[in-house]
């Protein structure tokens, strides 16, 4: 996909960070964006600062629901026939917190969003998407989608869960039209710290430790998806500190447990 003039793409999780970058970005080049996100004050005010706001379609959906993501995909479809790029990018986070910590209901709310959220979206698009010449899926696992690190059981469980679903659904689509990324973000400038799930009043703090970590801007994330689209790549790391990740995850995975105890007592 050389040329994303014209694409209509559908990105969940538009509201901020790499949803939002990518939205914008794929408008500067000419994609028509259907961008949707529970936070419908965020998606509100990507309408108002995007200059091709004609093009952009704003949907308010909670992609933890089955209910609203059926009744979003069906009322795109309705509209436009089709779409080329389906992003999956929603997601939560929560804590850090210990396993034991964690009420069973956050877990499930975790889940619901950052993998059945992935899995609904594919399932309701993916009929329209084989039925263009070409099309792509991306799905946002994570470096924790690369190696477990403490305190964060829910989110590992899912993003673990998107990369295997997306690297199954790939191979199922190998001879089709319908190239499959995942995409495993290093730490990136975006309020997923902050917008997570707390049970205390360290969210702020916890929000501004994560920023001064985190190596790569919602820009640059975007910027680097997209190229990542347009080559078809299987896999797309963002930032140095996920190719090291991914290095480390194959060769030295127990020097990675150190790493993350540390980075876990920093943020502690």
């Known amino acids: 996909m050389k040329n994303l003039k014209n694409k209509i793409a559908v990105v969940t999780g538009a509201a901020s960070?790499?949803?939002r970058s990518l939205a914008m970005q794929f408008l500067n080049q000419g994609a028509t964006v259907i961008a949707c996100d529970i936070n419908e004050a965020g998606l509100a005010s990507l309408k108002s600062q995007t200059q091709n706001s004609d093009k952009l379609f704003i949907h308010t959906v909670?992609?933890?629901?089955?209910?609203?993501?059926a009744?979003?995909?069906?009322?795109?479809?309705?509209?436009?026939?089709?779409?080329?790029?389906?992003?999956?990018?929603?997601?939560?986070s929560i804590g850090p917190y210990q396993f034991e910590q964690i009420k069973i209901e956050d877990y499930e709310r975790i889940i619901d969003i950052n993998l059945w959220g992935v899995i609904?979206?594919?399932?309701?698009f993916l009929p329209a998407?084989?039925?263009?010449?070409?099309?792509?899926?991306?799905?946002?696992?994570?470096?924790?989608?690369?190696?477990?690190?403490?305190?964060?059981?829910?989110y590992c469980t899912t993003k673990y869960a998107v990369r295997g679903f997306s690297e199954t659904l790939r191979t199922e689509l190998s001879e089709s039209a319908v190239a499959i990324t995942t995409v495993h973000p290093g730490g990136i400038k975006t309020g997923i710290v902050t917008n997570g799930i707390f049970y205390d009043d360290t969210r702020e703090e916890l929000g501004k430790k994560f920023e001064e970590m985190a190596i790569s801007t919602p820009e640059y994330a975007a910027k680097t998806i997209i190229e990542g689209i347009k080559a078809k790549k299987k896999r797309v790391f963002i930032g140095p500190d996920a190719h090291l990740i991914y290095f480390f995850s194959r060769v030295w995975p127990s020097a990675l447990e150190w790493v993350a105890k540390r980075r876990l007592k920093k943020m502690s």
């Open 62 to 69: 909670d992609t933890g629901s089955k209910e609203q993501i």
């Open 71 to 92: 009744s979003f995909a069906k009322n795109v479809l309705e509209k436009f026939n089709y779409i080329d790029i389906l992003i999956n990018n929603a997601g939560i």
């Open 120 to 124: 609904r979206t594919s399932k309701h």
């Open 17 to 19: 960070g790499i949803g």
């Open 129 to 154: 998407l084989i039925s263009r010449p070409e099309a792509a899926i991306v799905n946002i696992s994570s470096v924790f989608g690369l190696f477990g690190v403490p305190a964060q059981v829910p």
